[in-house]
């Protein structure tokens, strides 16, 4: 009897059970709610702010980060709407530059950073240092003391250790910043163990259960030195529903009450974070900015009458949501090779150096032929990359049309956050360049890598 993989016809005539959906009816086709703003096509070329990708490719090379610039600010602009009686701070660890940083300093935003380099850059655009808050859960003594010096709006502290550390800093140099206590509240987001923040058994924050969360709050308001300003929470990442801030909401308000009946105050503040997910791939819609904004600000005040509180001021930190579908990643097809009863795998001149989210965590993409359009028969694909890991995968499954061929672009589709930020230099494969297009116009934001820089660091060149 002939046994054949499931996985292997290349036409998919027979699929196993967790197999991906069928092919859509257009494979030109660009979903809205997973390209950028300024995507489309014309004359079966993909285009985004108004550039042929062919010209894009021509002039940077690829691989190549692609940035929709009107699509990043117009989200940024409603987030700030919807928050208009808040506060909204970019998680820059999404993905931060100069230009970057000035996009949303023009936008009204604030800003997160996790590291003295994230700090380094914000203060390079020129980002108002009231307007951005210091995270970190190991920061270095010189990142506070580089924080204190310039004046960041907010400190969230993560440990005894750091509070104590803090608290010796700025009574050396006269300051007192205002500081926020991290909260783990337990709360199970539904995303992935690597980007859930909440539970208690990770790194992050102080554990509201054992009550770690109100000593920190204690060891805080014993330093007149820091001014203690609210709390800090965040579940996780690429989170749909609401149920987990709901549930976090509760917690914090419990630990609000604690403090009002322990120490006579109550906190003005209250930081939310982030998570908010993003469309990845067809057929999934994200809650705009608006009802989320409303179902947070009405889950907060519920909470809040229920103890008494008076309602804090509210802090988001939305960072994959105002730049993951902005961004484009293009490549250029080198090999396309049909393993007979198996699958056939399309192999590009990127892979997990560009983007380690789908070795690192599962990811899934969606993408798509870019340089022209084509009516050829649906061929399911997987896309790769160029580097000595069977795992260098860019997108696990997809449906490409069986004409694709070497030097061909493909454009994989909501690769604005985290895939730039995480990029590596395994094999010694230069970082891509990250370009801004808008309004017909093309820009450099961030130059490519070359040999040389790889081999600055190089102690021992020429020796």
Known sequence: MSRVHPAGPRHADVLPEDHPAGPADDLNALDAHVWPRGATREGGVLTIGGIDVRDLAKEYGTPLYVYDEEDV?????????AFHDGDVHYASKAFLCTAVARWLKEEGLGLDVCSGGE?????????????????????ASWEL?????????????????EIARLGYLAQEKGVRPKVMVRVTTGVEAHTHEFIATAHDDQK????????????????????KQLELVGLHSH??????????????????????????????????????????????????EPHDPKSIADGLREIVAHECRAYGLA???????????????????????????????????????????????????????????????SDARPMLSRLVGKHCES?????????FPEDIAAGDLVAVAATGAYCRSMASNYNHVPKPAVVAVRDGRSRVIVRRETAEDLLRLDAEVGA
Request: charged content about 25%; cysteine-free; overall charge negative.
């Open 119 to 139: 700090l380094a850059v914000a203060l390079a655009a020129g980002f108002p240092t009231e307007r951005i808050t210091l995270h970190g859960s190991n920061k």
């Open 73 to 81: 600010r117009s989200r940024a602009r409603e987030y700030v709407a």
């Open 235 to 284: 579940i996780g990442s690429q989170i749909f529903d609401v149920d987990g801030f709901e549930v976090a909401a509760h917690r914090l308000a419990e630990l609000l009450v604690a403090i009002r009946d322990e120490h006579g105050i109550e906190l003005p503040e209250l930081d939310l974070g982030g998570g908010y997910g993003i469309a990845y791939l067809p057929g999934e």
């Open 311 to 373: 309602m804090p001021r509210l802090t988001v930190e939305p960072g994959r949501a105002i730049i993951g579908p902005g961004g484009v990643t293009l490549y250029e097809v080198g090999t396309v090779k049909d393993v007979e009863g198996l699958r056939t795998y399309v192999s590009v001149d990127g892979g997990m150096s560009d983007n380690l989210r789908t070795a690192l965590y599962g990811a899934e993409y969606t993408g798509a032929l870019a340089s022209r359009s």
């Open 204 to 223: 992050f924050g102080f554990s509201r259960s054992s009550g770690a969360a109100l000593e920190a709050v204690r060891r805080v308001l014993a330093l």
């Open 145 to 161: 003391e580089k924080a204190l010096e310039v004046g960041v709006g907010r400190i969230v502290v993560d440990s005894f250790e």
């Open 391 to 399: 795992g260098d995968i860019v997108v696990r499954d997809l449906w």
